[in-house]
């Protein structure tokens, strides 16, 4: 019917990282090889996986690279993007005025912001607009609220209104894996759970054309009452855990199909 299909991915600097990706998409194992052999997967603490994260961040930034963090949840990205404000903070001689966005965190003429919400009234161009996903610095913060903001990716400018700002608008230095589909950085940096679906773990691997690093844990987090649970008695290894995130299918099936699977005897017998 004349529809175009992708063929060739062209983000990455390298093309085997390209068969990697589609690799993992396909929820194959053999993915992983590419990843461990140029060390892209780290390990830490719990305690300490989110430093690790933070700082290797900031030395992708030093070296002038457009760098993302990644997490699977609202709270561990809330967690990434107070650290890295409060080390662009400390390397800032003045903080000026500053605004409370939906996260409960605040933002100031030099921070990274993200918009979570279309809005074709605020349009940055004839044929463009400040779209959920859209990553902003932060150019200056108006006396009611508002900010006056540059886009990353395009160069335009616009003012976003105190009231979107209040209710639409987080920092961008990390993001949900979720929110980041669309995005296309040097580096990114993503905290998993391990209990990712393939279908984020493809995002997350996938957004940066030189490098995308894994950062997880198979450790537990010192809490006497899971120290029996069978991972903690016999921890994982980090392919363990990225194995299982690859079988675990997440895409969006059928009732039908659902149906059909809930009542095959082979599954009802268990």
Partial sequence: VGAVSLSELMRFADPAEAAATLAVRDGEHSALGFYLDRQRVHLADDGALAREVVEAWITDRQQGRDSL??????????????????????????????VALRSGLYASAGDVILTRRNDRTNRTSSTDWVKNGDRW??????????????HLASGKRTQLDADYVATQVDLGYASTIHSAQGV??????????????????YVASSRGRVANHLYLSTS????????????HVSPL??????????????????????????????????
């Fill in 220 to 231: 537990g987090d010192g809490d006497s009452h899971s120290v029996l649970h069978p991972d």
């Fill in 69 to 98: 963090m990644l997490a699977s949840t609202s709270r561990a990205v809330t967690e990434l993007n107070a650290m890295a404000r409060a080390h662009r903070l400390a390397n800032t001689a003045e903080r000026g005025p500053e």
């Fill in 137 to 150: 610095m932060v150019q200056g913060v108006g006396r009611d609220g508002s900010l006056h903001v540059l």
């Fill in 184 to 201: 296309t950085t040097d580096t990114t940096h993503t905290l998993l759970s391990g209990l990712e679906s393939r279908q984020l773990l």
């Fill in 237 to 270: 290894t980090a392919t363990d855990v990225l194995e299982r995130i690859l079988d675990r299918d997440g895409s969006q099936r059928s009732a039908r199909t659902e149906q059909r699977e809930a009542s095959e005897a082979t599954r009802r017998l268990a």
